[in-house]
């Protein structure tokens, strides 16, 4: 395997800036790569060699007409194939969108290509981002790099192999409920939640509109904040987008880089450090608490007594969005279309089309979304749940009177067995218990490696509040730094 590969983005973008490499040769490292190691792992849904190699000679020409390049020129991204992307394949995950290529960038993919980033392709989700495991995907199931008979989290677990298997020093997620942090805390590397409104949706294709969040992947923190950075901050083309500067999310990880914490307070969640969870995780969870706290951190604990109700809530607010989102797909406008013989009504044709395009989760979702927004069960589902999203974005603001920041395990468990949860939802559901309140509440949320259980990585989960995603990345790049970065085996 070539070094190119085990390189952080900042050094990659110091080497090619220098003129060390070139940004054509660390592409060319990254292909080979995938080429090598992705029949195994299977995070890439489409690998767009003939774009990446072009992208990567701009890069190097700019460079050799004296432009002066970006913090993240010439550096390689993998692209969670919910993000549209002009010319290049946008399936979703599902069979649904099979073979569209979309007219136009995502405002995310549009920031990477002027930060002179280098798409590589785009990577494997669960189907429309419904999932923990990346097995709802309708093209099979993406392999964990640190075992690769485990799952590699969900619903982004492509983005976050591609990162664990070294094809990729970046990627992009996105968040709804956790499917950028579980996925992170599983596969041994780093994922952010940006705070809602802080990353354009534009061009993301929408499950929850009131909870997706696109956000950046990457090996170690100060790489995330760079990729924060680049794809973060206004967009008028988002109604939901914040009119405000990204928070300076790089100095901050600049600075907890230095290992100092003194003034910052800490609430461990009372509810999400207990009992529920595996103890191998709760102790890697013990042990990172005592290592902030030695870095100067103050500690305390902090009760959210409404956590508990957030899973719930999201299984409601989640799918009853998703039932409405998901009417387009209709079999006319994008994609798949079955049974249009000229003999059958447009209704047939979207009924077999719906029928045949969307996999079992999504069907289960978008039923249970209809049921819960249907006359007469409005009040006592969706209204209900609406409800519980305010006292838990109370729980948050209360909790974030004390302290600067809350902390958890970012889940329950480790990455389980390929198979062992597909056949019982709830045991899939679980897998968000502790990333869901964020999401409801619409503040930034990161998780970091903390340690090992059993061989299997470990994540930690910061959280701060709306629009202090500065502060996650100082305490999550703090812990990086007593931790270190976790190194699956060989593949
Ligand atoms: N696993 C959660 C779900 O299935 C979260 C998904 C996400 O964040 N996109 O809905």
């Known amino acids: ?36 190691v992705d ?24 460079r050799a ?51 002179g980033t280098v798409m590589l392709g785009k990577t494997n989700m669960d189907e429309f981002a419904m999932g923990s ?46 499917s950028i942090r579980q996925p992170g805390a ?41 990729l924060h950075q680049a794809i973060g901050g206004h967009d008028p083309r988002d109604s939901t987008s914040i009119p405000a500067p990204v928070p300076d999310v790089v100095a901050a990880a600049r600075l907890g880089a230095t290992g100092d914490l003194t003034g910052v307070k800490l609430g461990v969640v009372t509810e999400f450090s207990g009992e529920g969870a595996e103890p191998g995780v709760l102790a890697a969870f013990r042990e990172s608490v005592d290592t902030l706290a030695k870095l100067g951190a103050e500690i305390v604990e902090v009760s959210c007594p409404h956590f508990r109700y957030a899973l719930p809530a999201y299984y409601l607010i ?39 395009g969307f996999g079992p989760e999504v069907k289960r979702r978008i039923m249970i979304g209809t049921y819960a927004l249907s006359s007469g069960y409005y009040d006592a589902y969706y209204g209900q749940a609406q409800k ?43 897998a968000d218990l502790y990333t869901i309140p964020t999401n409801l509440y619409g503040g930034p949320g990161i998780s970091v490696p903390c340690g090992l259980s059993d061989g299997l990585p470990v994540g930690l989960q910061v959280m701060a509040p709306t629009m202090a995603d500065d502060r996650m ?8 730094s007593a931790v270190g970065t976790l190194t699956p085996p060989a593949l």
């Open 39 to 62: 029949d195994r792992v299977r995070a890439f849904l489409h690998v767009d060699t003939d774009g990446a190699l072009a992208a990567a000679r701009a890069v190097d020409e700019r």
């Open 186 to 226: 599983v596969t041994g590397t780093v994922g952010a939640k940006p705070t809602y409104g802080g990353t354009s949706r534009y061009g993301l294709v929408a499950f929850s509109s009131s909870l997706d969040t696109p956000g950046p992947c990457a090996r170690t923190v100060l790489d995330a904040a760079l």
């Open 473 to 480: 990345y100082r305490v999550a790049a703090a812990l990086e």
């Open 318 to 356: 989640a799918p009853s969005e998703c039932s409405s989102n998901l009417a387009r797909f209709d079999g006319v406008r994008f994609g798949l279309r079955v049974g249009d013989d000229g003999n059958r009504s447009l209704e047939e044709v979207m009924q077999l089309t719906r029928e045949a």
């Open 133 to 178: 495991s990346t097995e709802y995907s309708a093209y099979g199931a993406t392999h964990n790099p640190w075992d690769l008979d485990r799952i590699p989290g969900g619903s982004g677990g492509g983005s976050a192999a591609a990162l664990a298997a070294y094809e990729a020093p970046l990627a992009i997620g996105s968040d709804t409920g956790g």
């Open 388 to 430: 519980v999203r305010t006292l838990i974005t109370r729980d948050f603001t209360a909790a974030f009177e004390r302290v600067d920041a809350l902390i958890s395990p970012t889940t329950p468990f480790v990455a389980f067995p390929l198979g062992a949860r597909t056949s019982d939802p709830y045991q899939m559901y679980l």
């Open 65 to 115: 007409a004296g432009e002066e390049l970006g913090p993240l020129a010439g550096v390689p991204v993998a692209v969670k194939d919910v993000l549209t992307t002009k010319g290049v394949p946008t399936t979703v995950g599902s069979k649904i969108l099979e073979g569209w290529r979309p007219p136009y960038d995502s405002t995310i993919v549009q920031r990477l290509r002027d930060a």
């Open 1 to 36: 395997m070539s070094d190119l590969t085990r390189l952080t983005a900042v050094e990659i973008a110091g080497l090619v800036a220098g003129g060390e490499t070139s940004a054509v040769e660390v592409t060319q490292a990254h292909l080979d790569r995938i080429a090598a």
